[in-house]
């Protein structure tokens, strides 16, 4: 029996805002715990909350960018359960009128082109966070309680490993453009539970799923996901059912572990938060969001291959950061060619800001120092090679192409034209030492190449320019 596999994930996006949800503390990551807390997002009795308008223009953003529908009436919703990071007993989320419904991202895999439905995106608090010491004891940071969470939610439309990872890039990317969310994994400001079912091939049904939580790489929604459709098929092969339960992916053993089976999931008991008016969305406010959006990365994509001629393999990598695609085209724009810049930027550039873990944003070359560099090697003042060394030094020192060129030495006149018009006028400026060479003084060859060093301020070829001047004492 061959088995396809069905994937929907659930990503928790947390928002860039100043502060939090429902209160004014901050939601700076790393401070002190326990530092940005007051009494609601403690979860004291009798506060009040207060919503977050710009959580919900972020939302809206994020849900414009994404092709959803957006609810111009939603609502907030309790959901009840008891965890000692949760210290209200609910979490304020929304349930039944989402902010965002039925939109779509597009990846590719394989080079082919897949829309994968996003079936809504909610908005709700963070939790704070356990920690659990090796002392045995256990404590909670309630930094976190408050902080505005996206919850993003797609269709079981994902088929495979790679796409879901892929799925999970582009999500993050988009985030990143729209600047709603930093999409740092480590972090933990992004957050992937993946749910995985597998049916015959060919089969209209869903099988039964299993939901993986606690994923925070984009290589560990691959093993997870390739580790649990094995799982599945293997018992399913062994004339087993799946049981329908959340698991932990463990990037320790490279397995996931039953956390809880269906019987012991929660009954949230929803219902309307009465602490919160609904929100009502105006046409006017998702119109002010709409002209504030940036080009988002597909049609950068398009762009990229249609307008600069570059391969797709080139667009996307170049447009997996905003701040990379627009350092290209600055770098083309300043007169850079397309491939040639690209070129540069995938390899040297990002070879380099990798090996310090750093981002363009924080890269010392400018893109018009890198057009610069290019342009001497069109010129033919140097050569490619000496040109990756010029531009490690540009990267290492912020010096220009062309001081560095300088500096060390690395131009050189290989034009025989020019180079023969330098030697041309010592020799018409010097008879006496051309006399004498012809007339056996062969040492004075020093002399003469030592004369059109200096008149080319050291950059002439001396190897070319011996040459030449042999042959044009000669011809003299
Ligand atoms: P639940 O109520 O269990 O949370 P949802 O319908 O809200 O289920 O779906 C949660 C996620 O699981 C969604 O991303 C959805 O695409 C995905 N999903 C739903 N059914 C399946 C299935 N049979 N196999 C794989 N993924 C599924
Ligand atoms: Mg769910
Ligand atoms: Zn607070």
């Not at 249609?306 to 350092?327: C, F, G, H, R, V």
Request: proline share 5%; glycine share 6%; with cysteine.
């Amino acid at each position: 029996m061959q088995y396809e596999a069905v994937i929907g994930l659930e990503v928790h996006a947390q928002l860039l805002t100043q502060s939090k949800i429902f209160c004014s503390c901050s939601t700076q990551f790393g401070s002190e715990p326990n530092t940005q807390v007051c009494p609601v997002c403690l979860g004291m009795p009798g506060v009040l909350p207060v919503l977050n308008k710009k959580a919900v223009e972020y939302t809206i953003k994020t849900g414009l960018a994404m092709n959803c529908k957006i609810a111009s009436y939603s609502r907030f919703a309790r959901k009840n359960y008891f965890y000692p990071d949760l210290p209200k007993g609910y979490q304020i989320s929304q349930y039944e009128l989402p902010l965002c419904e039925e939109g779509y991202l597009e990846i590719t895999v394989n080079n082919e082109r897949r829309k994968i439905r996003i079936k809504r995106i909610h908005l709700e608090e963070d939790a704070g966070k356990n920690i659990h010491d090796p002392s045995g004891y256990s404590f909670v940071d309630f930094n976190r309680t408050g902080v505005p969470l996206m919850e993003i939610v797609s269709e079981p439309d994902i088929k495979t490993p790679a796409e879901a990872a892929s799925y999970m890039k582009k999500l993050r990317t988009i985030l990143r453009y729209l600047g709603v969310c930093d999409g740092n994994l480590e972090q933990g400001s992004l957050r992937c539970d993946a749910n995985i079912s597998i049916r015959p091939v060919g089969s209209k049904e869903f099988g039964v799923k299993t939901e993986i939580k606690n994923i925070n790489s984009f290589r560990f929604v691959e093993k997870a996901l390739e580790y649990e459709i094995k799982r599945q098929i293997r018992i399913l092969t062994d004339g087993g059912k799946i049981t329908q339960e959340t698991r932990l992916w463990d990037s320790q053993t490279g397995t996931t572990q039953s956390m809880r089976s269906k019987e012991e999931a929660h009954d949230y008991r929803y219902f309307p938060e009465p602490d919160l008016v609904p929100v009502v969305v105006s046409k006017d406010f998702i119109e002010r969001i709409k002209k504030d959006m940036p080009e988002l990365p597909d049609k950068k994509i398009e762009k990229f291959i249609k307008q600069y001629n570059l391969p797709n393999y080139d667009a996307e990598i170049l447009t997996e950061e905003k701040s990379i695609a627009e350092w290209f085209e600055e770098a083309v724009k300043l007169g850079g060619k397309p491939k040639e810049v690209s070129n540069w930027i995938m390899g040297e550039l990002l070879r380099l800001l990798n090996e310090e873990n750093k981002d363009i944003t924080q890269c010392s070359v400018k893109p018009s120092q890198l057009v610069e560099l290019i342009g001497l090697i069109e010129k033919g003042t140097i050569n490619r090679n000496t040109a990756k060394e010029v531009f490690e030094e540009m990267y290492k020192t912020g010096k220009t192409a062309e001081n560095i060129v300088k500096e060390k030495g690395l131009t050189q006149i290989s034009d025989d034209a020019i180079l023969i018009e330098a030697i041309k006028e010592v020799i018409s400026k010097n008879p006496k030492e051309v006399e004498r060479f012809k007339n056996g003084e062969e040492k004075l060859i020093g002399f003469f190449v030592g004369q059109v060093m200096k008149n080319t301020k050291g950059k002439a070829n001396p190897k070319l320019v011996n040459e030449l001047i042999l042959k044009l004492l000669k011809d003299s």
